[in-house]
């Protein structure tokens, strides 16, 4: 059934004053003033990223200070009226690995494979699980941020990557049962056929879907920062997640989505967000939206992508962008209720990601199926098929399904 509760509307959690080094020089007033920023948009939630290696340096150290600054982002996260999500291992964040130094050098050994390692993570994981959960604003813990951005370093195999995340998810379920626990991977869990991160493990695994939106990834080449593959690339992810689901009714987070340069011009983000949030809204399986991120990257620091400087909805001094406004102007319409969800068409899709994850290149961005997916999108909301599904009633009844169409 499609789902029934307002979309959430949150930011990740981007520190202006020092980036995520912030977390080593903590000081409250500044994350105070950074959440009153989002909370000013109308906004609901926030995710978070501890450092992992400053939080557990050593396999068998987890530092309380850590835990207790986080504890204390958190609670400042309530008094501005935002709930948490957490994720654990950072892990990936802006094209920087942070990762702890029993994991590199002559220690060198795969995060996802080796035993003691993933011991020790296991160990994190409780640990930091177990004092988020007590906090009444926290809703979620993410096992990490795009943790499939750390193949190829940490080598690993497709039955390995999922056990390594369902046995992470059972440690957080059981020591916070009452949070949601989620799986984060970048899309070419998606789209690239040999990635050992596969598509199952996004619908399977952690308590709903989330899917992280980049236009950078090929989307923008397409038809330009407005263009129609351009401003759906979410929702066509969105999509793709719920048709790969066996639950017609598991809700799909877009984690991630942003504006970046200079596949979306300045002078393009309002609009780009505009038309991005307009799109996904009317999808069913929504559940909510995470801006990416919440500040910008101070130009003093060195070493970034040239696109992760400006990716925020506030400046470093906490200057309300265009973008900004276009997502409290969404939060806004969407905070109190969704309209009924509108039966729609679907196009038929011949990859069943989840039995041949090696076909993942047929549904990439400016391939042939998504090509027809973003002609018919333009009419209206359009859901996708697979065909082991496309003759079940009750299906696509639950998913608001009332015809199935095939690529012309």
């Known amino acids: ?33 950074d959440l009153d920023d989002l909370a000013g948009l109308g906004l609901d939630h926030v995710r978070v990223f501890p450092i992992w290696p400053w939080i557990q340096p050593n396999r068998a150290l987890i530092r309380q200070q850590g835990i207790d600054d986080l504890l204390q982002v958190i609670d400042i996260a309530a008094e501005s009226g935002l709930s948490v999500a957490v994720d654990l291992l950072q892990g990936h ?17 795969s995060l996802f494979t080796d035993p003691e390692v993933r011991d020790g993570i296991a160990a994190y994981a409780d640990r930091v699980a177990r004092a988020v959960g007590e906090r009444d604003n926290v809703f979620a813990v993410t096992l990490g941020n795009e943790v499939n951005n750390l193949y190829p370093a940490n080598p690993t195999t497709p039955e390995a990557s999922t056990r390594w995340a369902a046995e992470l998810i059972d440690v957080v379920r059981a020591a916070a049962p009452h949070l949601l626990c989620l799986h984060s991977l970048y899309d070419a869990s998606w789209y690239d056929p040999g990635h050992p991160f596969r598509p199952a493990d996004n619908v399977d695994l952690g308590d709903l879907t989330t899917v992280h939106s980049w236009v950078f990834n090929g989307v923008s080449a397409v038809d330009g920062p407005l263009g129609p593959a351009t401003v759906t690339h979410a929702d066509y992810l969105v999509e793709l997640a719920a048709a790969t689901s066996p639950d017609p009714a598991r809700p799909v987070w ?12 300045q002078a393009d983000a309002a609009e780009f967000t505009r038309r991005t949030l307009d799109a996904v809204t009317a999808n069913p399986a929504l559940w909510g939206v995470t801006w990416w991120c ?10 970034f992508p040239a696109r992760e400087y400006d990716l ?30 509108a039966r729609r068409p679907a196009l038929l ?23 027809e997916w973003v002609r018919l999108r333009q009419a209206g909301p359009l859901a996708i098929v697979t065909r082991s599904r496309a003759a079940d009633s009750g299906y696509l009844a639950a998913r608001g399904i009332d015809a199935v169409l095939t690529e012309t």
């Open 312 to 341: 925020g909805l506030f400046t470093v001094d906490h200057r309300a962008k265009p973008a900004a406004r276009a997502l409290a102007s969404a939060a806004e319409a969407h905070r109190r209720s969704r309209p009924p969800a």
């Open 93 to 109: 964040l802006s094209s920087f690995d942070f990762l702890p130094s029993w994991v590199l050098t002559w220690h060198e050994r």
């Open 1 to 33: 059934m499609p789902l029934s509760h307002p979309i959430r509307f949150g930011a990740n959690y981007v520190p202006p004053a020092g980036w995520f080094h912030g977390w080593l020089d903590f000081s409250p007033d500044s994350v105070r003033r």
């Open 349 to 371: 899709c011949e990859v069943d990601l989840r039995a041949e994850p090696e076909r993942r290149a047929e549904v990439a961005p400016g391939g042939a199926f998504h090509t």
């Open 254 to 265: 877009l984690q991630e989505v942003g504006a970046p340069r200079p596949d979306v011009p």
């Open 294 to 303: 919440s500040h910008d990257v101070d130009r003093s620091l060195a070493d």
